[in-house]
């Protein structure tokens, strides 16, 4: 990034500099059984939405849309109290539990087979959880016999008995969820977790070499163990696991929108700490074997996080962290996901926390959906990113934040798919007063044309949708600008995100 002396920006594009593959996983989502996530969210036979398995089809509509390439689920702080055959077999044998970690009423009318349908209609793949806080390695591999196991055995027999006699098949398995945090069900010190993780890993994998595993990384920069935790887990387990976990949840308390609008400067500092320690553990273990990064929480949650927002008071589906969404939060969104693209050379699985309701883009009641602000971004990215990610050179005026120091005025990415003869452009423009002139410059070939230029943008960086005015904050289609000699003008206003659909 350098700067520009003008007002005016210039974004450089070559489909020569190459940073990565993007890896579909980089859009997938996070669906916990907490709040009304699942339970009027996902599954409510009550509404008149519902299909015959009790499944919302407008909210699976809408995910469909969203276009989530992987799930992450049980939870969450949910799942290191669970047990999973708690939530199998005959609807009315399942019991009504104490959830600790939300003070809820969970009553397992929805579990994993039920998961595994709600992926299937959802076109997504199921990315399970074992529980290692109160869950036992036993517990673990049982769990991957009863879902990829064929049968002949006890849990695979269940499984078939449960009416799926054929395996599951899932791949990709997170070992525990956020073990560094005190506040973890059976939280664990770094080398007892990494014990516990690497028994389980190596138990999981006889069951199935195939899988792929997760390991428990840091569950936000801000912790004091962070990134020690994250060197002693690694070093213990390298060999047993493929990703390793991060998490953070970005925010605006302080009312400073300059600097929540630079985050992704937050959010590319801690990706490159990571992958130092990635380096260093490979290197210490002198090995071949590659461990890749996996954001498996990540959005803004800021405004819903007081005690009553997450304690359910043992009710069945409380209200908890029902966050609202504004335009200032879907522009951290769109940096966020111009961060995997500019790191998708070591970041290979991303899910947005969450899906419905609990910190969501998708809000529900009995009979209505709202989309919020962060829908928007989310489903461009997810529908325009693909093929490679660019190494985009950009030249921008700079604007001042507390935070991270002086700042360029544009965020932005970019994709090229070979095999579709089409490429992305990301742009954020974070000033909140200025409209910035930009020129993209395409250095290696002309592309024919912008098929298609889609826009976020407003005056309130405070402004968002509600169910009495749904559309204050949506993308909209705007005028695409003509390319001539490789060559394209535009005027991004101020609080804007673009992307640009491009034919090479
Ligand atoms: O997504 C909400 C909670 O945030 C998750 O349960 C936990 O893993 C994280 O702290």
Redesign the pocket.
Known sequence: MSVSQSSNAYIYLDTNRVISPISPLLFSG?A?H?GRSIYEGIYDPASPHADERGLRKDVLAALRELNFRAMRYP?????SGYRWLDGVGPRDQRPRRRDL??QSVETNQFGTNEFIEFCKAVHTEPMLGVNLGTGTVQDAANLVEYCNAPAGTQYADLRASHGYHEPHGVKYWCLG??MD?S?QIGHLEAAEYAAKAREAAKMMRWHDPSIKLVLCGS?SLWMATYPEWDRVVLEWCWDQVDYHSL?Y?AGNPEGDTASFLASSAGFEAYLDTLAGVLRYVKAKHRSKHDVYLSWD?W?V?YKANKPADMQGGWAEAPHL?EEVYNLEDALVVAQWMNVFLRKSDVLKIACL??IVN??APILTTRDALLKQSTYYPFVLFSKLAAGVALDVAVKAPLYPTAKFGDMPLLDVSASYDEAANAGAVFIVNRSQTDSVPVELRWQDRAPQRIAAAHQVAGADPKAANSFENPNRVVAVKVTAPAISEGRASLTLPPLSFTALEVVM
């Open positions: 996070f916990e907490m939870g969450g702080n949910f799942l970690a939300w969820n956020e945090g506040w569950s998490h949840y929480e959005n949650w962290i926390a969450q609990v910190i």
